[in-house]
């Protein structure tokens, strides 16, 4: 069974690859078998995380018991639940013609929630965390760091303040302000090739995987 399965596998791994080539109904079969698995495996476990992990336990919890299996009391039920529960159903209301219409009370609900609860986490995380990432010593806490350390938080306070001069639009870039932006310039195009270096890497370490399942697993030419 192993090896049917090792099979099938590769059989899948190839129809997507052989997309390099052109548009074929092997990747097509592929494509559709892979996102079919995708969207049954993510709706079971959407179903037990939060339709039955989260509403049902949470409405109807059970009773809570010690380690030996006694009685110990009751579960709390959180009613609060059921508001969700409802939003969720009324979204079902977009596949009935006549009220569709009703599903657009929950959906600005969970775009309006969702929006600020983002809007604070990446407050937090992309504006508040950059910005005291660039609040540092320039010789370290003490001026006890290394030299590696020191030339960092260098970079890191000087490449900042560049970036940021370039971006000041009401004085014209000329002279010694000119320059900074120049830096600025160059600060920005190396983190975004740093970035977008990073993401290739990413996309790479999928296909060396895949490569790697290929001549080692399947083939064997890998030990």
Not at 71 to 78: A, E, K, L, Q, R
Not at 130 to 139: A, E, M
Not at 182 to 204: C, D, E, H, L, P
Request: charged fraction near 10%; aromatic fraction near 18%.
């Amino acid at each position: 069974m192993e090896h049917v399965a090792v099979w099938i596998a590769a059989f899948l791994t190839l129809g997507i690859i052989s997309f390099l080539y052109k548009d074929n109904p092997w990747y097509k079969l592929s494509e559709a078998i892979f996102v079919g698995i995708s969207a049954g495996y993510w709706f079971v476990v959407l179903f037990w995380d939060n339709i039955y992990g989260k509403f049902w336990v949470g409405v109807f919890p059970p009773d809570v018991v010690d380690e030996a299996g006694n009685f110990v009391s009751h579960g709390v039920p959180d009613y609060a639940l059921i508001v969700g529960a409802v939003l969720g159903v009324l979204m079902l209301a977009r596949l009935l013609p006549g009220v569709g219409w009703i599903s657009r009370w929950p959906l600005a609900f969970i775009v309006g929630c969702t929006s600020g609860l983002y809007l604070m986490n990446y407050f937090s995380s992309n504006i508040m965390r950059q910005v005291q990432g660039t609040i540092i010593p320039l010789f370290g806490i003490g001026y006890g760091a290394s030299v590696y350390e020191i030339i960092g938080n260098i970079v890191i306070v000087g490449g900042t303040f560049a970036g940021l001069v370039y971006f000041f639009f009401s004085k014209e870039h000329r002279g010694a302000f000119g320059a900074t932006a120049k830096v600025g310039i160059w600060v920005i195009m190396i983190t975004f090739g740093a970035s977008f270096g990073y993401t290739v890497m990413s996309r790479m370490s999928l296909l060396i995987g895949r490569i790697d399942f290929l001549f080692g697993d399947w083939l064997g030419l890998i030990k």
